[in-house]
C-alpha cells in the first residue's frame, strides 16, 4: 500500500487535472452537438474513452518506462505492428467519403495513426538517444527519415495530408533538437519544397486542393469555403461569455460542419466565449509547459526526446486546429487533442500521458 500511495503522490497532478479539464470542455462540446442532432451516442462513447483512457494512464505510469529506452526489439515489433495495420487499411477498412481511415468493428472505429504516433516518438527518442554524439552525420538522418517515410506514405495515401504532416514535423522537430547542422536543416527544407510541389502536381487528390485553394482564394461561400465562413460566424457569435450550453444557433441548427471533430473549438468558442477560450488556452499552455518541463529535468536523452516529442505532437495539432477554425491554415483534417470525438485519439493522448508520468516518476 505505501507504494502505490507514494508513486500516485509523485504523480504530476497538475498534468492530469489540465488533461481531464481539457476533455471536459470536449465532451460538454460533444453534449452540445449530441443535443442538436437529438444522439447521444457519441457522447457516451466518448465518456467511455475518457474512462478507458483514464486508466490506461495510471496504470502505465506504474510500468518503468525503461522497458520501452532498453528494448530495441519490442519497439520494432510494435513499429512493424502499426505498419501492417496502416497497410491493412487499405484493403479491410471501408470507404468513406473516398477515404479508408478506420477499422470498424462493431459501433467502435479504430484510427491506426493514433499508435503509429505514438511508437513512432518512441522509435525516434530510441534512436536519437543512442546516436546524439553522431548527428552530424547525415546517414543518421536518412535512416531516421526512412522509419518516417513509410508510416508517413501509407498515411498519405490513404488520403490523409494531416495526419502525414504531423509525422513529418515531429522528426523535423526532434532533428532539431537532437542536434542537427544547419546545412542539414536547410537541404531536407529544399527536398521538402521539391516532394510538396511533386505532391501537388501528381498525388494530391481533388478535393485536397481544392480545400487549399478555397483558404488562398475563399470566394466560393457556398462551396470549398462554406467551413471557413461558418466557423467565423460561431466564433464570433461567443462573445464574451458565449451563449451557452446547447445554445449555440451555429450548432444547435446545423451550419457548422463536422462539429464534434475539426470544427469543435468553434463549438466552444461559440458557447463559452472569450472568457471560456481564455481558460481553455490557459490549461493547454499549463499542460504543455508541464511536459516540457519533464523534458528539461530528465536525466538521459531518451526520455528527454520523448517529452518533446509528445509536446510537438500536442502543439502541431492545437495549432493546427485552432488555425483551421480561423481560417487561418487551410483544412487539412487534424483534430484537437483531448477534445475532439474519438476513441483512438482521446485514449492514445492519455496513453501518451502515462508514459511520460512514468518518466516523471522514475526521474
Same mark, same amino acid.
Given at each position: ?35 442538436? *442532432?437529438d444522439n447521444f451516442l457519441n457522447f457516451e462513447k466518448q465518456i467511455i474513452f475518457f474512462i478507458i483512457g483514464f486508466l490506461l494512464m495510471l496504470t502505465i505510469s506504474f510500468l518503468d518506462y525503461r522497458i520501452l529506452k532498453n528494448n530495441s526489439y519490442l519497439i520494432l515489433i510494435l513499429y512493424f505492428i502499426c505498419l501492417v495495420l496502416l497497410a ?69 495515401? *490513404? ?80 462573445? @464574451? ?44 499552455? @499549463? ?59 482521446l485514449i492514445a493522448s492519455f496513453i501518451s500521458l502515462g508514459i511520460l508520468q512514468s518518466i516523471k516518476v522514475r526521474r
Amino acid at each position: 500500500m505505501s507504494f502505490f500511495t507514494n508513486h500516485i503522490k509523485k504523480l504530476d497532478w497538475v498534468v492530469i487535472i489540465c488533461s481531464v479539464c481539457i476533455t471536459l470542455f470536449g465532451l460538454m462540446a460533444i453534449y452540445s452537438v449530441s443535443l442538436a *442532432k437529438d444522439n447521444f451516442l457519441n457522447f457516451e462513447k466518448q465518456i467511455i474513452f475518457f474512462i478507458i483512457g483514464f486508466l490506461l494512464m495510471l496504470t502505465i505510469s506504474f510500468l518503468d518506462y525503461r522497458i520501452l529506452k532498453n528494448n530495441s526489439y519490442l519497439i520494432l515489433i510494435l513499429y512493424f505492428i502499426c505498419l501492417v495495420l496502416l497497410a491493412g487499411l487499405h484493403f479491410f477498412a471501408p470507404d468513406i467519403r473516398g477515404t479508408r481511415g478506420w477499422y470498424k468493428v462493431g459501433l467502435i472505429s479504430l484510427d491506426p495513426i493514433e499508435p503509429a504516433k505514438i511508437i513512432l516518438i518512441v522509435l525516434l527518442a530510441k534512436y536519437f538517444s543512442m546516436r546524439h554524439i553522431e548527428m552530424y552525420k547525415f546517414r543518421h538522418i536518412i535512416l531516421s527519415g526512412f522509419y518516417v517515410f513509410l508510416p508517413a506514405f501509407l498515411i498519405f495515401i *490513404k488520403p490523409d495530408l494531416g495526419g502525414t504532416m504531423i509525422l513529418l514535423l515531429v522528426w523535423l522537430s526532434i532533428l532539431m533538437v537532437s542536434g542537427i547542422k544547419i546545412k542539414h536543416f536547410l537541404i531536407l527544407l529544399i527536398c521538402f519544397t521539391l516532394i510538396a510541389g511533386f505532391s501537388w502536381q501528381f498525388l494530391f487528390k481533388d478535393y485536397q486542393r481544392d480545400r487549399i485553394l478555397s483558404f488562398i482564394f475563399p470566394q466560393d461561400v457556398l462551396g470549398g469555403s462554406w467551413s471557413q465562413a461558418q466557423t467565423k460566424i460561431a466564433i464570433g457569435s461567443g462573445k @464574451i461569455f458565449g451563449q451557452g450550453l446547447g445554445n449555440g444557433s451555429q450548432v444547435q441548427y446545423g451550419f457548422l460542419p463536422e462539429p464534434h471533430t475539426d470544427f469543435i473549438f468553434s463549438v466552444i468558442a461559440e458557447e463559452r466565449g472569450i472568457i471560456g477560450i481564455g481558460i481553455f488556452f490557459l490549461l493547454y499552455a @499549463i499542460l504543455i509547459w508541464r511536459i516540457l518541463k519533464v523534458a528539461i529535468e530528465s536525466q538521459s536523452n531518451f526520455p528527454r526526446l520523448f517529452a518533446v516529442g509528445f509536446a510537438i505532437v500536442l502543439i502541431v495539432q492545437f495549432t493546427i486546429n485552432i488555425g483551421m477554425n480561423l481560417s487561418m491554415v487551410p483544412v487539412v483534417g487534424i483534430y484537437l487533442p483531448f477534445v475532439s470525438y474519438g476513441g483512438s485519439g482521446l485514449i492514445a493522448s492519455f496513453i501518451s500521458l502515462g508514459i511520460l508520468q512514468s518518466i516523471k516518476v522514475r526521474r
